[in-house]
């Protein structure tokens, strides 16, 4: 009967002593999580975010290292310690492009419109007579509810004039859809200035035009329709090309390679987020390649191990459309999306919005 005894409340003090170990393991588990939380909401901060938009769909760094953005619904300046917003109050009365001249200066443009910011206010300027910058490269605006024919090409700003080279075209109002400028022009490594239209993404050098379209994609047979969104040349001067329904392209000594189909990252080739809806593309300092997509969020290339890394909603990347990337003078990498409008940056293992 004692042995009895001693056995039923030796196993009561083990059964009381686990409950009290569980309560308390549990209260700290509450507690360490209660902890994350706070923290998590401490860090967020707000005060540097731009206001509500359709999407931020340009970046810029000025040579004081102003970061300027464009959206469809306004153009603003961050100096790191407040956000100007320029309208036409301040002279300016169209979001688009931002440019950097030769000398520093900030200018934006629609392809209809150019502006020029003179410290303080913005000046318009006529598009195709401006004298006084050197290093701007404009596409011509088209628009597709104008009937009549307007011939595609591309502005080129100097100190002597402005000089438009027409695209090799025939004269077609159907070429307005297939041609409108859907990038800013860049400078390759060899002067070769490129630039992007729906349908084909051109280069420009010694007054000769050469095109990277459907036949050369290899694409001769896809039904999806081209829509080029981005491009970008790399620290190799190998160039990149962003394709709203196709992926990712390079072009390099006159080879152009499917990049999406080549690592199977088509759509149908792998389940869930794909890279066949790409919309930007940049480089880190590290050489890794970023890319942008439609709804499959933002995709990191490391060249070095063949690796892919896929950064979603989970990651902090709430917007469904990342239409741009920037690296900036300081080498952080700034994300600029849509739906909703924000601006993020990578912490090294997640993004966090920072505008």
């Known amino acids: 009967m004692k042995k009895t005894r001693k056995i039923f409340w030796l196993h009561f003090l083990l059964l009381a002593l686990g409950f009290n170990f569980s309560c308390e393991n549990s209260e700290n588990k509450t507690e360490k999580s209660a902890s994350l939380k706070e923290k998590s909401i401490a860090k967020i901060d707000s005060t540097q975010w731009l206001k509500e938009t359709r999407g931020i769909r340009d970046i810029l760094e000025d040579k004081n290292g102003n970061l300027w953005f464009s959206s469809p619904d306004y153009i603003a300046k961050v100096d790191g310690k407040k956000t100007d917003y320029y309208s036409e109050n301040d002279g300016l009365s169209i979001t688009g492009n931002i440019h950097k001249d030769i000398s520093g200066t900030i200018w934006i443009e629609n392809g209809f419109r150019v ?202 990347v709430m917007s469904d459309n990342i239409w741009t990337i920037y690296k900036t003078k300081n080498n952080e990498m700034l994300f600029a999306g849509e739906s909703p409008a924000a601006v993020y940056i990578y912490n090294g293992k997640t993004f966090d919005r920072k505008y």
């Open 115 to 316: 502006f020029k910011y003179e410290g303080e206010r913005f000046l318009e300027k006529k598009l195709g007579s401006i004298t006084d910058s050197d290093g701007l490269w404009f596409q011509r605006g088209l628009n597709p509810a104008d009937t009549a024919f307007v011939q595609p090409g591309l502005y080129e700003v100097n100190r002597q004039n402005t000089t438009f080279h027409p695209l090799p075209l025939l004269k077609s109002t159907y070429n307005k859809f297939l041609y409108l400028p859907s990038t800013k022009a860049i400078v390759g490594m060899d002067s070769t200035i490129w630039f992007g239209t729906m349908n084909d993404v051109y280069g420009f050098k010694n007054n000769q035009f050469i095109s990277i379209g459907r036949e050369k994609m290899g694409r001769q047979d896809d039904e999806r329709q081209v829509g080029i969104r981005g491009i970008f040349l790399d620290s190799k001067g190998i160039l990149w090309m962003a394709d709203n329904g196709a992926g990712v392209f390079t072009y390099n000594k006159g080879v152009v390679e499917n990049f999406t189909k080549k690592h199977l990252l088509d759509k149908g080739d792998v389940e869930g987020n794909t890279l066949h809806r790409a919309f930007s593309i940049a480089e880190d300092s590290e050489g890794n390649m970023w890319f942008g997509t439609v709804y499959s969020g933002i995709w990191m290339y490391n060249s070095k191990t063949d690796k892919f890394t896929n950064y979603s909603k989970d990651d902090g």
